[in-house]
């Protein structure tokens, strides 16, 4: 009896490994990382000014949904003055004194073809993404958070 239910609670978390890694990280060089910062670049040059480079920290995929945290950073690794980019002057302040580096949290949709980076959030201190709406749309590459 005890083995039988080693073995249930063995396949139980190894079913719970599986969904952990539902997600994958598209490699360095490849077309769909190159869309997927290409979806967001955009918004991170409206915001910060361009040119803008990221700097990977997490990028995961699952199906036609994806999950980034990104760190801006000028070309070659350059700091960027949150305090003089056009974000900063269109608010009329220095409101960014407290951050130390822009970096953006980006949930991703694969529309037809194309990767459209749905949400979004610069330097945010709150897990915005935990809650049950994005759980239920993000769930495969939010599995920290979406259990």
Do not use: H
């Amino acid at each position: 009896m005890k083995q039988l239910i080693l073995a249930g609670v063995l396949m139980v978390a190894a079913a719970g490994g599986a969904m952990a890694q539902s997600w994958s990280e598209p490699a360095r060089g490849t077309q769909l990382r190159k869309d997927m910062m290409s979806a967001i670049r955009p918004i991170a040059e409206w915001r910060l000014g361009a040119p803008v480079q990221f700097v990977v920290k997490d990028l995961r995929v699952a199906g036609d949904v994806g999950y980034g945290r990104l760190y801006a950073q000028r070309p070659g690794g350059g700091k960027i003055d949150l305090n003089a980019t056009p974000m900063s002057r269109r608010m009329g302040g220095d409101y960014f004194e407290e951050w130390e580096e822009p970096y953006i949290d980006v949930m991703y949709q694969k529309s037809g073809n194309v990767w459209v980076a749905v949400e979004y959030t610069l330097s945010s201190s709150e897990a915005w993404w935990a809650s049950p709406e994005y759980c239920a749309a993000y769930g495969p590459v939010l599995t920290e958070w979406c259990r």
